[in-house]
């Protein structure tokens, strides 16, 4: 089955710094991939969809200079949180849909990253 | 904007009872529905995929049904076990946004007790 890498699944940072999290699809091609951000027993809530060749869009209440946002390639999209302070912490996920299937196909996920930040 | 409601929001039965999860979702135009599960501190694992034409799906000891008109899904587990412990998360994919993202419920924590 398809599947969705993402990397680090784990990092912890200190205020001020930046960090990378990349998101791959394995097996497929994707020209949509989707980052959500999960904060404690809350639900996934989408930040932005990633799209290849052309600029993140944006939800609503999302810094786009904070969160930012690169999708280079059909198989790899990243999002890099910019100087970070300790409410960033979270759990972050990204998905992607297999561009060669149907719209209504099923999203895959990522396993998530937890970033802490101190 | 479309909204997505689960109920109960945490549930705990004893193993072998069969059990219903509610999802509601405010706007009935839409592609699919898709109940997860997510295990604490990990990712999303798909269950079930409703496509919007469809009232039902199962697989294994798990069958979710789709009522679109009244924006209404259910998940039932039957001969539930300590290993179906988990958040379960319903999520609709919306037909009036072209990137078809997913708008998730807050989900339903539920305990299996041996």
């Known amino acids: 089955g398809a599947v969705v890498s993402q990397h680090p699944s784990r990092v912890i940072c200190k205020s001020g710094t930046s960090v990378k999290i990349e998101c791959r699809s394995l097996d497929f091609q994707a020209t949509t991939m989707f980052w959500y951000r999960q904060f404690p027993k809350k639900s996934l809530m989408l930040m932005a969809t990633?799209?290849?060749?052309?600029?993140?869009?944006?939800e609503q209440g999302v810094e786009k200079d904070k969160f930012l946002i690169n999708h280079a390639s059909l198989t790899l999209s990243t999002l890099t949180v910019t100087s970070a302070h300790p409410e960033d912490s979270s759990f972050y996920i990204c998905s992607a849909r297999d561009r060669d299937r149907l719209i209504n196909s099923p999203l895959h996920f990522g396993n998530g990253t937890r970033l802490t930040v101190t | 904007k479309q909204e997505v409601t689960q109920i109960p929001a945490a549930l705990s039965v004893p193993e072998g009872e069969n059990l219903v999860l509610n999802c509601s979702f405010t706007?009935?135009?839409?592609?699919?529905l898709q109940w997860f599960r997510q295990d604490p501190g990990k990712g999303l694992t798909s269950l079930l995929l409703i496509q919007s034409s469809q009232r039902e799906q199962t697989s294994g000891r798990l069958n979710a049904s789709l009522d679109k008109s009244s924006g209404r899904s259910t998940l039932y587990i039957a001969a539930s076990q300590p290993g179906d412990s988990a958040t379960y998360l319903c999520a609709v994919s919306e037909m009036d946004t072209g990137r078809r993202a997913l708008t998730f419920g807050s989900g339903t924590r539920l305990q299996v007790q041996p």
């Open positions: 990633s799209n290849e060749g052309s600029k993140a869009t944006y």
């Open positions: 706007d009935s135009a839409i592609y699919n």
